[in-house]
């Protein structure tokens, strides 16, 4: 049956307002553009949600749903060794984020530069996320010093903010340059990793 799979009108305006939002970030994405792609009328978008702000929570939460996906088809692929998963995860966010992806950039990213200082709700729940992405890469981490790949003396959580960070910071570059260079940029990787694990 058809009807049965079609999507409901909040799905669809949460695929909707996603795509929108990871094309042209949230302060050019208004509710009419939303609207008129989802093809509903406005008193359909205010029955599901009660403002842009927590319209925007629940496309963040879809968002950070799918990558959690793909998180956890790359690192807990644990056939693999920690470090070598850790490496094709960030070589896959390039393909998926960088230069050469159909839409560029890290949703989370643009909405903390956005509105996350004007938002509570939105910076309560990207700082949440970020965190649990962290933890996340800190879990990798840790197997890799079980495992020997790191040495005993590695902070993995410490490592893992910082791995976080460079990632979003290089996102930035690479769309200031329009080039993936700075996400591929490994000549300082050795001597801060060093650093960051004494």
Avoid at 93 to 120: D, F, H, K, V, Y
Avoid at 137 to 165: C, H, Q, W, Y
Wanted: charged share 25%.
């Amino acid at each position: 049956d058809e009807t049965a799979a079609a999507p409901s009108t909040r799905e669809n305006l949460i695929a909707v307002g996603l795509d929108l939002m990871r094309r042209h970030g949230y302060g050019a994405t208004g509710i009419q553009d939303i609207l008129n792609a989802a093809g509903v009328p406005k008193g359909s978008f205010y029955h599901h949600f009660g403002s842009k702000e927590e319209f925007t929570a629940a496309v963040l939460e879809r968002y950070v749903a799918l990558e959690g996906e793909h998180c956890q088809k790359v690192l807990g692929n644990t056939r693999q060794a920690p470090l070598r998963r850790l490496r094709r995860y960030f070589e896959d966010l390039i393909r998926t984020a960088g230069q050469s992806a159909p839409i560029q950039g890290c949703l989370m990213g643009s909405l903390s530069l956005e509105i996350a200082g004007t938002s509570s709700l939105l910076q309560a729940s990207l700082r949440s996320n970020f965190a649990h992405w962290q933890a996340i890469i800190a879990s990798v981490l840790r197997e890799a010093m079980d495992k020997g790949e790191l040495p005993n003396s590695t902070r993995p959580e410490a490592l893992a903010g910082f791995l976080l960070n460079c990632w979003e910071g290089a996102l930035l570059r690479s769309q200031a340059d329009r080039s993936d260079s700075p996400l591929k940029d490994r000549s300082e990787e050795r001597r801060v990793g060093k650093e960051c694990r004494s």
